[in-house]
């Protein structure tokens, strides 16, 4: 599976594993740090709901003190500090609210359900406040006034819980200790208040006094264990904390000794002096406070820049990895990228484009581009080794082209020269067959095999124009064109379907053209015959042209699509070369490449449901008139060779030097020796004459010729069905044989 990944992927996956682990191994520490930050940050979001609650539970203090205060002296001057004290209490309550849901957003449930406890027994003080008002109230409120603040540091320990952080949590606990302190402190000072004012410190008040005094050293000796911060706090306000102590710790530990209250003491006088005490420690306590807020924001400092250089350091590193990858990948996918497109071009673009020249003999092959890379690893030994696969692709090209353009016109020229021979032998031998045989049957099979030795001959004939051999320069003399259009006729399998119209007996066509001219145009008809239905008819007619005479050949098949006509005009236009024509072209390689010799054009036009015309463009320089052929004719008959040859130009190239010209078969007239290429078949009739010593009828004129020729076909025919016979099977099949029906006209001509 590796195997099939692309280079890049490879490299990607490289780079990537690598990458992937460092990542993981940084993961764990981001996350780490960011765990203390977000814990920081829940005890800052902590801080708040610990304030409120702490400063509830001060004036829920100073509003029992003051109370008890006004329950044993009923003084007026403390009227109006106990109102005040009550409007603060109101004030810190209602913030509790707020606290509360703070304390729920921060992950604190439990607080927040203990400060929502502390806000619904402060809402219920309205009744207990009016029995202290009336001072109908007895020690009872002052165990109200207890249990509240003793909610509020209820509430305090839960917050101080809360923080995932031991730090945050060590700090809050430290404040909590400091509430129930001055909760300890504030209830010492109501209860002598409350003494003073009497005169008497009951055994209730004097148990609830000793509570209050241990609560006060337990807190004090767990504040001495507390944070450092703590610790710094109590040891810078430890002198004062003792000059406002000893005073307070004498007069608690003379009313517990006493009991029985001198009226000379004051409780204004004990108030203000324990009011003095419970203001320093809460001074201690603010400070500890501050210090808390101070150290966690520097915390939360050093653990979001920790955060950042952490998150920041793997980033970079990442990215610095992902570039130098990147680099490395471009070094190395760049040149690799070059080197395929390179090779793409050759193979899609330059490649084809050599094996189009080859169909050219002449052209010259094109340069193949090399590959440009610069680099000496491994891709650069790959590019100068592709450079040296593409140097011998050209040189196994032309090589190739060189043996094709010899070796497969040998081939074609040796099949044709050793079939030449066979094919006269076998006419000659269907020759003296036809002489001795007075059957209308067997005359008619042997007009059959004679016909097709005729047409077997005219393939061997395309062979050599294939191969691109210059025939021998046989007819001199200009031959009607009428005649070269019924000897192309009669070479066709066909030919009783072929209608010869329109086509002037005053022109000829000159001697060295009209073979090549007669091979092309049989070749015409072979594929209108063959590719068109059956039961239509071909028709040959000329018309004069611009610059000399046009040949139509048309049948009335189903047509040719736009596509198909283009490619095939495009083969007449520029035949290839041999060895590079596809089979089923080979026809129409042969037109093209005879129009080239004798200088004629060909074009093929097709309609869908109309049919296919095949028009041979003849110019000028190769008609001359019928009279002028006669005189010619008649003067090479006489021996008269330079009259015969008067004002007729020899071909211009080789590549226009004539073949024979076909005539109809049994009925072609004796011509003169060099009337053509190949030996020329005299009648057997004639031959027959000439044995006895008999004179040779004189020769008929073509109009005669083929009227004979259709009495003959007419005559045969009423034998035929008069006298039907089994084997007559032979003629039945030469006519069949090309009935390709009207489906077969898509694929005009792909002849063989």
């Known amino acids: 599976m590796l195997s099939n990944l692309r280079l890049r992927t490879k490299l990607a996956a490289l780079v990537a594993v690598p990458l992937i682990a460092a990542l993981a191994a940084a993961i764990p520490g981001i996350r780490s740090r960011q765990q203390d930050l977000d814990a920081i940050e829940q005890a800052q979001h902590l801080v708040a709901p610990i304030a409120e609650v702490r400063a509830a539970g001060i004036r829920i203090a100073d509003e029992a003190s003051l109370s008890a205060w006004w329950l044993g002296t009923g003084d007026r001057s403390v009227e109006a500090r106990l109102a005040q004290a009550r409007t603060e209490t109101d004030i810190a309550v209602t913030k509790l609210r707020s606290a509360e849901r703070a304390a729920g957003a921060a992950g604190a449930a439990a607080a927040a359900a203990r400060i929502h406890d502390l806000r619904e027994a402060a809402s219920l003080m309205g009744q207990q406040r009016q029995f202290v008002d009336l001072r109908i109230a007895n020690d009872s409120a002052l165990v109200e006034y207890r249990t509240l603040v003793d909610t509020a540091a209820g509430g305090l320990d839960a917050l101080a819980r809360a923080p995932r952080r031991p730090l945050a949590a060590l700090l809050f606990r430290d404040q909590a200790t400091f509430a129930r302190l001055g909760a300890a402190l504030a209830d010492e000072r109501g209860i002598l208040a409350l003494a003073y004012g009497r005169n008497a410190l009951t055994n209730a008040l004097a148990s609830d006094l000793s509570a209050a005094s241990t609560r006060q050293k337990v807190a004090i000796d767990s504040l001495a264990q507390g944070h450092p911060a703590t610790v710094g706090a109590l040891t810078q306000a430890q002198s004062a904390l003792r000059t406002v102590g000893d005073d307070v710790r004498r007069r608690r530990s003379s009313a517990l000794t006493q009991r029985l209250l001198p009226d000379t003491i004051d409780p204004a006088e004990w108030f203000a002096a324990s009011t003095a005490q419970l203001d320093q420690w809460r001074k201690v306590e603010q400070s500890v406070a501050t210090r808390t807020n101070d150290l966690l924001e520097a915390k939360h400092r050093d653990s979001r820049s920790g955060l950042i250089w952490v998150a920041g350091g793997s980033a970079a590193v990442l990215l610095l990895a992902g570039v130098i990858a990147w680099l490395l990948a471009r070094a190395t996918t760049r040149p690799l990228r070059r080197l395929a497109d390179n090779a793409n071009y050759v193979a899609t673009t330059q490649l084809p484009a050599l094996v189009a020249t080859l169909q050219d003999p002449e052209a010259p092959l094109p340069l193949i581009t090399p590959l440009t890379v610069s680099t000496r690893d491994e891709l650069g030994d790959l590019a100068r080794a592709f450079n040296r696969v593409e140097r011998t692709t050209v040189e196994v090209a032309e090589l190739q082209r060189a043996a094709v353009r010899t070796g497969i016109s040998e081939l074609y020229v040796n099949l044709a020269r050793r079939n030449q021979p066979l094919l006269e032998q076998q006419v000659e031998v269907i020759e003296r067959l036809e002489a001795d045989e007075r059957d209308p049957n067997r005359l008619d099979a042997y007009f059959t095999l004679d016909h097709l030795a005729t047409r077997i001959r005219r393939n061997a004939d395309s062979l050599l124009v294939l191969a691109g051999v210059a025939q021998d320069e046989g007819r001199r003399v200009p031959v009607e064109l009428l005649d070269v259009v019924r000897g192309a006729a009669s070479e066709c399998a066909e030919f009783r379907r072929i209608d010869i119209a329109a086509v002037p007996s005053v022109l000829a066509i000159k001697g060295y053209a009209a073979s090549d001219l007669a091979h092309l145009l049989a070749e015409l008809l072979d594929n209108a015959t063959t590719y068109s239905p059956s039961g239509t008819r071909v028709t040959v007619m000329t018309h004069p042209a611009e610059h000399g005479l046009e040949i139509t050949v048309s049948d009335q098949g189903i047509g040719i699509p736009p596509d198909r006509v283009a490619s095939l005009n495009a083969v007449l236009e520029a035949p290839p070369a041999p060895g590079l024509v596809h089979s089923r072209s080979l026809g129409l390689v042969v037109v093209g490449r005879l129009a080239q010799r004798i200088g004629v054009s060909v074009t093929l036009r097709s309609a869908r449901d109309v049919g296919t015309a095949a028009t041979v463009g003849v110019p000028s320089r190769l008609i001359t008139d019928a009279e002028r052929s006669v005189v010619d004719l008649?003067?090479?008959?006489?021996?008269?060779?330079?009259?015969?040859?008067?004002?007729?130009?020899?071909?211009?190239?080789?590549?226009?030097?004539?073949?024979?010209?076909?005539?109809?078969?049994?009925?072609?007239?004796?011509?003169?020796?060099?009337?053509?290429?190949?030996?020329?078949?005299t009648p057997p009739e004639a031959q027959r004459l000439a044995d006895r010593g008999l004179e040779t009828p004189p020769q008929?004129?073509?109009?005669?010729?083929?009227?004979?020729?259709?009495?003959?076909?007419?005559?045969?025919?009423?034998?035929?069905?008069?006298?039907?016979?089994?084997?007559?099977?032979?003629?039945?099949?030469?006519?069949?044989?090309?009935?390709?029906?009207?489906?077969?006209?898509?694929?005009?001509?792909?002849?063989?």
Not at 636 to 655: C, F, K, R
Not at 672 to 681: F, G, I, K
């Open 700 to 752: 008929r004129a073509p109009e005669a010729v083929f009227e004979l020729v259709a009495r003959y076909e007419t005559g045969r025919q009423r034998a035929r069905e008069a006298a039907p016979r089994a084997d007559d099977s032979s003629v039945a099949n030469d006519s069949d044989e090309s009935d390709a029906g009207p489906d077969a006209e898509a694929s005009r001509g792909d002849d063989t």
């Open 634 to 681: 008649s003067a090479a008959e006489a021996g008269d060779t330079d009259s015969a040859l008067v004002d007729v130009p020899a071909p211009q190239s080789e590549s226009q030097r004539p073949a024979h010209v076909p005539t109809p078969a049994l009925l072609r007239p004796v011509a003169s020796p060099d009337a053509t290429h190949l030996p020329q078949r």
